[in-house]
């Protein structure tokens, strides 16, 4: 069984950065591609970043390109999202998921993934 438990979010000024991690367990880490979601109250869930098997390939959203930035650890079993000039508008609870297929580049669908975390909360104030 995959268990996700995320760490890493909190409060933070406009500006400031974040940086989240997720720690997977259960199964072989390195078969499974990773996606950072998010959901903002009355919004639907939105890819953020995804990162392939070997990290050799990413996807980001346009909302976030240049600010944050995915990356992984297959011996720590982890993966991050570097998270910088937070925005009001990023404000959300952010999740990640494990794509058990063979996919290069990473999916940006969420119904694509198997397992999800938690989700851990950010909040940026103005």
């Known amino acids: 069984q995959v268990q996700l438990v995320e760490s890493g979010g909190g409060l933070v000024q406009a500006g400031g950065s974040l940086r989240l991690s997720c720690v997977f367990s259960g199964r072989t880490f390195s078969m499974y591609a990773m996606g950072w979601f998010r959901q903002a109250p009355g919004k639907e869930r939105e890819i953020v970043a995804a990162i392939s098997r070997n990290g050799a390939s990413t996807y980001y959203a346009d909302s976030v390109k240049g600010r944050f930035y995915i990356s992984r650890d297959n011996a720590k079993n982890t993966v991050y999202l570097r998270m910088n000039s937070l925005e009001v508008e990023d404000t959300a609870v952010y999740s990640c998921?494990?794509?058990?297929?063979?996919?290069?580049?990473?999916?940006?669908?969420?119904?694509?993934?198997?397992?999800w975390g938690q989700g851990t909360q950010v909040t940026v104030s103005s």
């Open positions: 998921a494990a794509d058990r297929r063979i996919s290069s580049p990473p999916s940006y669908v969420p119904s694509a993934y198997d397992y």
